[in-house]
């Protein structure tokens, strides 16, 4: 299956780039490019793409706006940018982007992000990752678990508790003996009685209830 590509940043160069190393993959296809990120909401609606790979930094609608628009409508973002910076880790995530990483990833490991968000999953670069476990442990006290964690099933929550160990859909199978597709629609399940737009959402949440 070929996963369709929407590139935002406002850069025509770095647009250039990026689509130049996507396309170097077999199964990836960059369908549409945004200067900024209003042209990139009214572009995933046109174009509908399986990812949209997103600048924080731009004009009119930045980034982290556009992700929150874009996540609401069911569009997986992944976050595609120059820093490094707490608070736009958690903007990122807060608005449901299903990943965050740095434009000096390698070109692997850019395609390779591409396709773990194309199948439901979550990347983060690792420059970013030990901030976000750092952040989830400075919680002074833990929260209270939202009432919504007694509506999942069991094996539901047991599929969070491998999203709060940051385990893929395959690491997930393979441990719960199932298979991929099952753990995915399993996935999807969690995310909406959460109430949450990400699997990185539900991880923190699976975290600050002592699951993981």
């Known amino acids: 299956m070929t996963i369709r590509v929407l590139v935002a940043d406002d850069h025509a160069a770095v647009r250039a780039g ?35 790979l997103m600048d924080v ?11 929150a628009a874009l996540t609401a409508r069911g569009f997986p973002v992944l976050v595609l940018t120059t820093f490094a910076v707490d608070a ?11 990943g965050y990483l740095l ?14 968000v194309a199948a439901g999953e979550g990347v983060l670069a690792p420059e970013v990752t030990l901030r976000v476990i750092r952040s989830v442990g400075r919680a002074p006290e833990r929260p209270e678990p939202p009432a919504a964690l007694d509506l999942l099933t069991p094996r539901e929550r047991e599929v969070l508790v491998g999203l709060g160990a940051g385990r893929s859909n395959a690491e997930i199978a393979r441990e719960l003996h199932v298979s991929e597709t099952t753990v995915k629609s399993h996935v999807s399940h969690v995310l ?16 600050d209830a002592g699951l993981a």
């Open 192 to 207: 909406a009685k959460l109430g949450v737009a990400s699997r990185m959402a539900a991880a923190v949440i699976a975290r």
């Open 88 to 98: 736009y880790v958690d903007g990122a995530l807060a608005a449901g982007a299903s």
């Open 57 to 67: 930094r731009m004009p009119r609608v930045d980034g982290i706006e556009a992700t």
């Open 18 to 52: 990026i689509a130049a190393v996507l396309s170097a993959a077999s199964d990836i296809e960059v369908v549409g490019e945004a200067a900024d990120g209003q042209v990139a909401i009214r572009q995933a609606a046109a174009l509908e793409p399986d990812v949209v």
């Open 103 to 116: 434009k000096t990833a390698e070109a692997d490991e850019i395609i390779a992000g591409v396709r773990r």
